[in-house]
């Protein structure tokens, strides 16, 4: 069994990552890329401050705690498993095709880029809860999520791995943020309208 879907991962893999031109070669280095995604970063900055008022500076420390918690752990599972990467897997390393001669570390399971994008995509859509939003954000995961294969740095079974993971840390910090009270203040209904709060008996 294990065998077979190891035997599936790497014909997806090789399948998307054969379909490429010169044009998406450059279009999915830059969706890869860090830097890039700071104008929309700086978006939902902004958005936050302006829902959620001082309230924002506990949503955006538990969205930092999310990320490094995020990152680090598919850091630990990469060194744990130890699974190549596919531009670095002997057997096939030689099929994958590589964007600017780039592959990155030795190992590939699961994916940080997969994870961290899902983990913010869960958060800010359980922080809104708006189709629209949900829908942006996780089309905005999965596009990130797929450079990753494109660019022949991951196993489809790596980005699956990191997607889970990343919406898994991101339901945990949402929940644990549901439950802060600050002086006498509640943020139990941080995804709901703000209404006034009671204070406590």
Known sequence: MLETLKQADTWLLLWLNGHHSVFFDEVMYLVSGKWEWIPL???????????????????????ALMI??????SNLLKSTVMRPRPCRDPDIGHLVHLVKDHCGGAYGFVSAHAANSFALATFVSMLYRKHWVIAGMVCWAAMVSYSRVYLGVHYPGDILGGA????????????????IHIAGLSISAISQKAAPSRPDP
């Open 41 to 63: 970063y700086a978006v939902i900055l902004g958005f936050i401050i302006y829902r959620f008022r001082w309230k924002a500076v506990w949503v955006l420390l538990t969205a």
């Open 68 to 73: 490094t918690f995020s990152d680090q752990l």
């Open 164 to 179: 889970l993971l990343g919406a898994f840390v991101a339901w945990v910090l949402y929940l644990i943020l549901r439950r």
